[in-house]
């Protein structure tokens, strides 16, 4: 078990670039599967959820290279549909690799992601768009084993923009004889950047960013480079920090029209807060305006993957702010750390009531997600005296180096 140290009250001032986007690199290594060839991405964050997906890739065949944020893959040759258990154990998004693999090999073996502390996530959407592609679901109780001999397009609507659904579709779609079209589509930024990677390869997709999109292969698939964007989640955690702990940053290597709900949310707060287009600007004298809702939802809304950053945040506002989590049944889980710190917050069902308090106390802490756990970090850089996060691996599976980050903009964060 890693313990993140921090010792509370020193403000936050300086440059700092973020990292590349998790959720954006996950999706498009899966789809770099179905190239027979090399592929190199730039800008990746060495993080432990591409090293686990790194893993899982050599085991099916493919060639890895990484050299600093350079990853070079090589799909020449994929031999192997099966997914090893114990890296879907470990990070749950390897589901997306069904439909890339389903596509390459015509198969796909993988145990069940299961649940993690957030929600229960089911992949039925997964599932049943791929039956409807043609494939084959074997269901045994522990592993899921889909087959295909050619997958062919679909018209498939999604009961829910969900994100991990949408790309297996995509991916799948891309190998299918025929046109798919996804009506109900996730609009992430993270949908885009993938349909702007399949775009680079060759593949005709139409309506990216939309809820409707539209897929077809017409021609052999080419070798393709290319630059992953700044992690917007990343950014939006810094920028928390930075208004609890007060203080003046500039972030960079960000594309800021992907995170608009988001910087919204904080001129809400009453933060001093400017941004261009790959760029943003905060100045904070500690003082945080409670907002009477911040609900979340699918993307133009406010992410779900900021609320508890949000929440930690919120904590210090001078006054009462609701929360309303409506992606993700259990992830208001962090109110009961921070109460540990000193914050009052009730929680009731997907609802949380934040009565700010002007200042929190160190405390020993437990990170019990991943952006639960960088939530803590947000609390502690505000809070007097040291705060300790007991994380058993959350936290470096999307911050690439959240300590030597907020270091560099003088905080006083350690492993
Ligand atoms: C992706 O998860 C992200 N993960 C999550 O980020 C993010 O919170 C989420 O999208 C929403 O934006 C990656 O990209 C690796 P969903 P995903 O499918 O694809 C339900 C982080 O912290 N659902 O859009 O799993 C599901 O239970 C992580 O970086 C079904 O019911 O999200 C949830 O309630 C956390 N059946 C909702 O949809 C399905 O088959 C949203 O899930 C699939 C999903």
């Keep these: 078990m ?22 954006t690199v996950l999706p498009v290594m899966a789809a770099a599967v179905l190239y027979k060839g090399v592929t190199i991405l730039t800008n990746v964050p060495m993080i432990q959820d591409v090293y686990c997906m790194i893993h899982i890739l050599e085991a099916i065949g493919v060639k890895i290279a990484l050299s600093g944020h350079c990853l070079t893959m090589d799909a ?12 879907v154990k470990r990070m749950r998004s390897s589901i997306m690799l069904l439909g890339a693999l389903l596509g390459r090999v015509g198969e796909a073996v993988t145990s069940y992601p299961g649940g993690c502390t957030i929600g229960l996530r089911p992949i039925d959407l997964h599932l049943k768009a791929l039956e409807a592609m043609g494939a084959e679901i074997f ?87 290319y630059q992953i964007t700044g992690d917007r989640i990343v950014a939006g955690t810094y920028l928390a920090a930075a208004a609890v702990a007060g203080g003046e940053v500039r972030l960079t290597g960000i594309y800021t029209p992907y995170m608009e709900s988001v910087l919204r949310a904080f001129q809400n707060c009453g933060c001093d807060i400017s941004w261009g287009k790959e760029e943003i600007a905060l100045r904070s004298d500690r003082r945080i305006r409670a907002v009477p809702w911040v609900k979340t939802s699918p993307y133009p809304g406010f992410p779900t993957d900021m609320q508890s950053p949000f929440m930690a945040m919120l904590a210090y506002g001078d006054g009462v702010s609701m929360i309303e989590e409506r ?41 019990e997600d991943l952006r639960a756990g960088a939530a803590l970090a947000v609390a502690a850089a505000g809070a ?28 006083r964060i350690w492993w």
């Design 2 to 23: 890693d313990t993140l140290n921090v010792q509370g009250g020193y403000p936050l001032t300086g440059e700092l670039k973020i990292q590349g986007s998790k959720n």
């Design 76 to 87: 020449s040759l994929v031999e192997s549909g099966e997914i090893p258990m114990e890296d």
């Design 139 to 225: 269901e045994d109780g522990t592993k899921i084993r889909a087959s295909a001999r050619k997958l062919r397009g679909a018209h498939i609507r999604l009961d829910f923009p969900s994100v991990g659904a949408t790309e297996n579709i995509l991916l799948a779609a891309t190998a299918a004889k025929g046109v798919t079209v996804i009506d109900n589509a996730a609009r992430e930024p993270e949908i885009i950047e993938l349909c702007l990677f399949l775009q680079k390869m060759g593949v005709s997709v139409r309506g990216a960013g939309t809820s409707r999109i539209r897929i077809e292969r017409k021609k052999e698939l080419r070798q393709t480079s």
């Design 327 to 367: 992606i993700f049944e259990s992830r208001l889980n962090l109110a009961a750390q921070l109460a540990k710190m000193g914050a009052d917050i009730r929680v009731e069902e997907n609802r949380a009531r934040v009565a700010g308090q002007g200042r929190l106390h160190g405390a020993l802490v437990q990170a």
């Design 384 to 411: 007097e005296g040291m705060t300790r996060i007991a994380d058993p691996g959350y936290i470096k599976r999307g911050y690439e180096s959240i300590d030597q980050d907020l270091r560099s903009l003088g905080g």
